[in-house]
């Protein structure tokens, strides 16, 4: 008793089936992929607002104006 006639007749019954499966499973991970992609971008845009942030108040809290910052640390980094 062969199974091999068993198997290759389901497979060509069920085939239709298993291909359906498959770009199921294949349109999941590409949702999947775009999601954690889109996710990242707005992390990603949230840090940089953060920083901008966080350079403001240093600004403020260091009591010069962003132009006086920049032309300090110009001269600071050219030296």
Known sequence: ?????IATALIEQL???LLAGLMA???LWTAYAKGKASQK??????DA???TEAQKIDD?????????NRARLGKWAKS
Request: aromatic content about 6%; overall charge positive; hydrophobic content about 55%.
């Open 49 to 51: 607002a953060a920083r």
């Open 1 to 5: 008793m062969s199974l091999v006639p």
């Open 15 to 17: 085939w239709p089936y």
């Open 60 to 68: 403020a809290v260091a009591g010069r104006a962003p132009d006086d």
């Open 25 to 27: 499973i294949a349109g």
């Open 41 to 46: 971008a707005r992390q990603v845009a949230a």
